[in-house]
């Protein structure tokens, strides 16, 4: 079987791409994804991709925004071409998890279209305002993170060089916790009011 670099993904046929696509590393399949063409096999091979844990919310952003959502957000669902069915599914499906949260940001994979995304969310917040909404609206409290570019912390370089096992294992656990301030003594009655 050929190697999944040296796979021609503008020929063969949707069975033979999944099969390719399955044989991929995380950070294959994520490249597959932002670059895999919405004009072969998009239902079956990026169906099955945009299922998978390791993509993440740059990536997932990347493809949806690939699928040209704009043709079909403001059609009626009835008059959609039967041709097109089944990819404004599979955009229903990536929005879904966009906005469940199934797709976690990562700093090292960030927007490939930054301005992009922000018209989106621009036209949707003027929606809003107009009373009216498209097929497909974006959650912005998940987008944030990747639209403010807030997950690249700036690291001291004396920590940057020094190794913690310890840190690397627990910070996802300590970045996604709670931090929560338990005050055990009563507020004085002065300050109570």
């Known amino acids: 079987m050929q190697e999944f670099e040296n796979f021609d993904w503008h020929q063969g046929s949707a069975d033979e791409h999944l099969a390719m ?15 895999y063409s919405w004009f072969q096999h998009p239902e079956r091979v990026l169906g099955w991709i945009m299922a998978q844990k390791c993509v993440d919310l740059g990536t997932a952003l990347t493809v949806f925004l690939n699928g040209e959502p704009e043709r079909f957000n403001y059609m009626p669902k009835r008059d959609i071409p039967e041709g097109y069915r089944g ?27 930054r301005r992009r995304i922000t018209k989106w969310v621009a036209y949707q917040a003027f929606d809003r305002d107009e009373g009216s909404v498209g097929r497909w609206q974006l959650d912005e409290c998940i987008l944030e993170p990747l639209l403010n570019d807030t997950l690249r912390l700036e690291v001291p370089e004396e920590e940057q060089k020094q190794p ?18 338990i005050d055990d003594e009563p507020e004085p009655a002065s300050e109570r009011g």
């Open 164 to 181: 913690n096992l310890l840190m690397d294992i627990l910070s996802p656990a300590i970045d996604l916790a709670t931090k929560r301030v």
């Open 87 to 113: 990819v404004v599914r599979l955009l229903d499906n990536i929005c879904q998890r966009l906005n469940s949260g199934f797709y976690l940001a990562d700093p090292n994979s960030p927007l490939s279209d």
């Open 21 to 35: 696509a399955r044989l991929g590393s995380a950070d294959q399949i994520c490249a597959l994804a932002r670059e």
